[in-house]
């Protein structure tokens, strides 16, 4: 399969419609690994938001970006590791970079990562001490790194260390360096946890391809890997909750709880800035749709008052997205400030209460 060819009926990638679930509790999984989330998401909010962390917790860019590759690279060794059941080894020799490039190539055209190429090997044959890859328009910088950085991983059983740099403002190098160090088994493992609760949310769906039909309003550029919102022209990407998690946990347990209403904070300021107030307040359908055909959990209870706002959503994707985005759905609906409380539940639910 071709994973670029798009549906015929409503133009989404057929690399996307074969290999996502949108389900009825919220989430978007890959097909065949459940334990595998997704969100779709405003991905221009990524590096905003690691700019915003660095500035708030008062650490150097440098060291968030550290952070978001090292965790990156784990969830992403973790996912391979699962998903290549017959043994990385064997595909590492038999397959080689150049098709393992290939197939991160066509999968970054896809869900929205940029224009990735092959640049090299050296040695030229045999396993190789350094890759190169251009990346032209990244989602995240840091993310496609600790992406490939854990690829390399998992086919060599190594570690690797990783390098950047511009070429120009839209394109850079990055260059993966095999280190002589083994990984260990435990190198693979990440806490992941399957969305437990059932939902009843109901897509309407293309006839051919089975995605959620509100997906044909997002313009695929396969030649770029840019994926459009065309109505607020905003770009988007899918990525796995589970990087985004790793680097939140490894954030907080470095530098405390502070972090979470540093996400919070960031989030509320990416939200106002990309959402309109005619999302803020479409009510419990709208919002509920929205956040389900973008994989963050399903929305159970709303109400969103003059000066009040209560918020219940089951299998929410990464809590403190969701918290900062209630207050400012809160903010554009009302014009006004909120402030907030919130708890995850004993069965998981996260509830937010937002009041003036
Ligand atoms: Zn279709």
């Given at each position: 399969m071709k994973?670029?060819?798009?549906?015929?009926?409503?133009?989404?990638?057929?690399?996307?419609?074969?290999?996502?679930?949108?389900?009825?509790?919220?989430?978007?999984t890959q097909k065949g690994d459940p334990r595998h989330r997704l969100i779709f998401f405003e991905s221009g909010n990524l590096d905003r938001l690691w700019n915003r962390?660095?500035?708030?917790?008062?650490?150097?860019?440098d060291h968030v970006w550290e952070v978001v590759i090292e965790s990156k690279s784990r969830a992403t060794r973790a996912f391979l590791h699962r998903t290549l059941p017959w043994g990385v080894s064997f595909l590492a020799r038999f397959v080689g970079y150049r098709s393992m490039i290939r197939t991160i190539e066509s999968q970054g055209l896809v869900m929205g990562y940029g224009k990735i190429t092959v640049g090299g090997q050296y040695p030229r044959r045999g396993r190789p001490q350094r890759v190169t890859v251009y990346i032209e328009d990244p989602y995240s910088l840091p993310f496609f790194c600790g992406d490939f950085k854990g690829a390399a991983e998992v086919l060599e059983k190594r570690w690797a260390s990783i390098t950047w740099q511009a070429l120009d403002s839209r394109r850079h190098?990055?260059?993966?360096?095999?280190?002589?160090?083994?990984?260990?088994?435990?190198?693979?493992?990440?806490?992941?946890?399957?969305?437990?609760?059932?939902?009843?949310?109901?897509f309407e769906r293309c006839a051919v391809c089975g995605t959620p039909l509100n997906m044909k309003n997002?313009?695929?550029?396969?030649?770029?890997?840019?994926?459009?919102?065309?109505r607020s022209g905003r770009r988007l990407a899918f990525f796995g909750t589970s990087g985004m998690l790793a680097?939140?946990?490894?954030?907080?347990?470095?530098?405390?709880?502070?972090?979470?209403?540093?996400?919070?904070?960031?989030?509320?300021?990416?939200?106002?800035?990309?959402?309109?107030?005619?999302?803020?307040?479409?009510?419990?359908?709208g919002l509920r749709y929205l956040a389900a055909i973008r994989g963050l959990g399903l929305v159970t209870s709303l109400e969103l008052g003059e000066d009040r706002m209560s918020m219940r959503m089951s299998n929410p994707s990464i809590p403190g997205y969701i918290v900062g985005l209630a207050l400012a759905?809160?903010?554009?609906?009302?014009?006004?400030?909120?402030?907030?409380?919130?708890?995850?539940?004993?069965?998981?639910?996260?509830?937010?209460?937002?009041?003036?």
């Amino acid at each position: 399969m071709k994973v670029t060819r798009t549906c015929g009926e409503c133009g989404v990638p057929l690399g996307i419609a074969r290999n996502l679930d949108w389900n009825a509790n919220g989430t978007i999984t890959q097909k065949g690994d459940p334990r595998h989330r997704l969100i779709f998401f405003e991905s221009g909010n990524l590096d905003r938001l690691w700019n915003r962390l660095s500035e708030m917790l008062e650490v150097t860019t440098d060291h968030v970006w550290e952070v978001v590759i090292e965790s990156k690279s784990r969830a992403t060794r973790a996912f391979l590791h699962r998903t290549l059941p017959w043994g990385v080894s064997f595909l590492a020799r038999f397959v080689g970079y150049r098709s393992m490039i290939r197939t991160i190539e066509s999968q970054g055209l896809v869900m929205g990562y940029g224009k990735i190429t092959v640049g090299g090997q050296y040695p030229r044959r045999g396993r190789p001490q350094r890759v190169t890859v251009y990346i032209e328009d990244p989602y995240s910088l840091p993310f496609f790194c600790g992406d490939f950085k854990g690829a390399a991983e998992v086919l060599e059983k190594r570690w690797a260390s990783i390098t950047w740099q511009a070429l120009d403002s839209r394109r850079h190098q990055v260059d993966v360096t095999m280190r002589e160090e083994r990984l260990e088994d435990e190198s693979f493992v990440l806490k992941e946890e399957m969305a437990g609760k059932p939902g009843d949310m109901v897509f309407e769906r293309c006839a051919v391809c089975g995605t959620p039909l509100n997906m044909k309003n997002f313009a695929w550029d396969l030649e770029a890997g840019v994926i459009l919102d065309d109505r607020s022209g905003r770009r988007l990407a899918f990525f796995g909750t589970s990087g985004m998690l790793a680097v939140f946990d490894e954030l907080v347990h470095e530098l405390g709880d502070r972090v979470i209403d540093a996400i919070i904070e960031a989030e509320r300021e990416n939200a106002l800035a990309s959402l309109s107030v005619e999302e803020a307040r479409s009510g419990y359908e709208g919002l509920r749709y929205l956040a389900a055909i973008r994989g963050l959990g399903l929305v159970t209870s709303l109400e969103l008052g003059e000066d009040r706002m209560s918020m219940r959503m089951s299998n929410p994707s990464i809590p403190g997205y969701i918290v900062g985005l209630a207050l400012a759905i809160f903010e554009l609906a009302t014009g006004k400030r909120g402030r907030h409380t919130w708890s995850l539940e004993p069965d998981g639910d996260l509830v937010v209460d937002i009041i003036e």
